[in-house]
């Protein structure tokens, strides 16, 4: 039992719960502060709205101020963690995971994200945890999905 | 959600502040935990390091218990004046749709936008490939909706 426990968490469970807790309390802070519930990926459209016409960004210029920020902020933590562990700049978090793959898999994040109506921040942190249906179901699907395509993209002997 | 205010966001002096200082705990938490770097989400993804399961599960019993208890007290934001509420969507087919869609990006690239964000952060910067294709696809969805329902009222809605 033990050892089928250390085969599939060869790392442990430490940094990836104190990681989990730091972004539910990150979402925490904005939320209790502002009333803000704040996922991720509708930035990438209210950034949109600075520089493109199109409608469908418009519905959220009015948040998109704030919204920068936060993805400022975003940066800045990964950055000061990469100070901290003596990682930052040394090449130590840089992937080896092939750019096609990066693109092109970014780009239908892009797109599904948005019709989906959420990421893993917004569906999977801030939706699990108002215990929407919705968000339970957009998570499901992606998770799901995600594990069948990346199980396949291995099958097909891409690495990384 | 509360909108009622989202005129007056931004005008108390610490606003902007403590959205930075909660984007700063949240991005440090993805690099904590291993969600910038592709090679540990594909791991995951393939089974051979569940760890994962940990940050998401860890993060929303963080938010659950914080918005449930907040949102019993019939109190407001206090730099805003928002009320206390829950992120609730509409479930339709573009839930699962677009859930399809994100999970094959996410698979093939092993990144997703928060994570994205902060793994720019620590150095990682082929990542700007992932970034620029989710601008690319949020883009194109954007276009291609708007073309499509443009003469629709579509409510404001953020997450």
Not at chain 1, 1 to 10: Q, R, S, T, V, Y
Not at chain 1, 123 to 149: D, E, M, N, P, Q
Not at chain 2, 26 to 32: I, N, P, R, S
């Amino acid at each position: 039992m033990l050892e089928g426990l250390e085969a599939l968490f060869p790392n442990g469970v430490v940094p990836y719960a104190l990681g989990g807790l730091l972004v539910g309390l990150g979402t925490a802070v904005i939320y209790l502060g502002t009333g803000i519930i704040a996922g991720a990926s509708t930035f990438l459209e209210s950034t949109l709205s600075y520089v493109s016409s199109v409608p469908r960004f418009e519905r959220f210029a009015y948040s998109r101020d704030w919204r920068v920020t936060f993805t400022l902020g975003i940066v800045s933590g990964g950055a000061l963690y990469a100070v901290l562990s003596g990682g930052f700049l040394t090449g130590e978090f840089v992937t080896d995971v092939q750019w096609w793959r990066l693109l092109f898999g970014g780009t239908l994040v892009g797109v599904g994200t948005r019709v989906g109506k959420g990421c893993t921040s917004g569906h999977g942190v801030c939706g699990v945890g108002s215990r929407s249906t919705t968000s339970l179901v957009g998570v499901a699907t992606f998770i799901a999905v995600a594990i069948g395509t990346a199980q396949f993209v291995q099958a097909l002997g891409v690495t990384p | 959600m509360s909108r009622l205010s989202v005129e007056t966001d931004g005008s108390n002096p610490l606003f902007t502040p403590l959205v930075y200082v909660g984007g700063v705990i949240f991005g440090f938490g993805l690099a904590l935990s291993g969600m910038t770097r592709p090679e540990v989400v594909l791991n995951f993804l393939q089974f051979e390091d569940l760890g994962l399961l940990f940050v998401m599960g860890g993060a929303a019993v963080v938010t659950g218990v914080t918005f449930y208890v907040a949102s019993r007290f019939d109190s407001s934001a206090p730099l805003t004046g928002r009320a206390y509420g829950r992120r609730i969507r509409e479930l339709d087919r573009n839930v699962v749709l677009g859930g399809a869609v994100f999970g094959a990006g996410w698979g093939i690239a092993g990144i997703c936008p928060g994570a994205a964000y902060a793994s720019l952060g620590t150095g990682n910067f082929p990542i700007l490939w992932a970034l620029a294709g989710m601008f690319a696809g949020a883009y194109v969805q954007g276009y291609w909706r708007s073309t499509r329902t443009n003469d629709e009222a579509a409510p404001a809605t953020a997450d």
